[in-house]
């Protein structure tokens, strides 16, 4: 196994050691989502460089796998822009399988996140009535539109994604292995 080699990428020693440096990239975006409420590009941008340099051609199914749905997410502001994109360079380095497994934990992670957050602020209960309505109105018009407007609304909503992504992402690597 240790002769097998990537598509234009690095060998399996190399890409197992390498993964050391997606925990890395994952740290700087979580941390960026946390202090400043966005995942910046550059990060994005040095772990998909990083990804493709050690995954090759194999980068890539990973990464559209998870890039289409989370377009049409932030198509309806239901996910931002930052927080698609890291999942794709999850699913890029990772590959299908571990990469579904990581995004699965960080997403479980941000279900906790936001269920204790919405608990402790009385809101759980006017989020589900919203989001129900929201799929009655799509159901009735048939019309596609934005889930809601988080600017009239403060930031009282937002959760930071990539932070819980990111906590997926070293949960995945320290605790299970993947």
């Not at 990464?63 to 360079?89: C, E, I, T, Y």
């Not at 997403?107 to 906790?112: C, G, H, P, S, T």
């Not at 608990?119 to 019309?143: C, N, S, V």
Request: charged share 15%; proline share 2%; aromatic share 16%.
């Amino acid at each position: 196994m240790d002769s097998f080699f990537f598509k234009g990428g690095v060998s399996l020693d190399i890409w197992r050691e390498s993964r050391w440096l997606l925990c890395v990239i994952a740290a700087g975006a979580g941390f960026t989502d946390l202090r400043d409420g966005k995942v910046y590009n550059w990060w994005l941008l040095w772990g998909a460089l990083a990804g493709c340099w050690i995954r090759g051609t194999a980068f890539f199914p990973g990464a559209f796998l998870f890039l289409v749905p989370a377009l049409v997410l932030f198509r309806f502001r239901m996910m931002g822009a930052g927080d698609g994109k890291f999942m794709a360079v999850i699913g890029g380095w990772m590959g299908i399988g571990d990469g579904c497994r990581t995004v699965c934990l960080g997403l479980m992670i941000a279900v906790v996140y936001s269920l204790c957050r919405l608990r402790r602020g009385r809101g759980l209960r006017a989020r589900l009535t919203y989001f129900f309505a929201y799929l009655m109105h799509i159901f009735r018009t048939k019309e596609a539109r934005a889930y809601e407007d988080l600017s009239l609304d403060g930031q009282y909503h937002k959760i930071p994604l990539a932070a819980c992504l990111a906590a997926g992402v070293w949960a995945a690597m320290l605790v299970f292995g993947i």
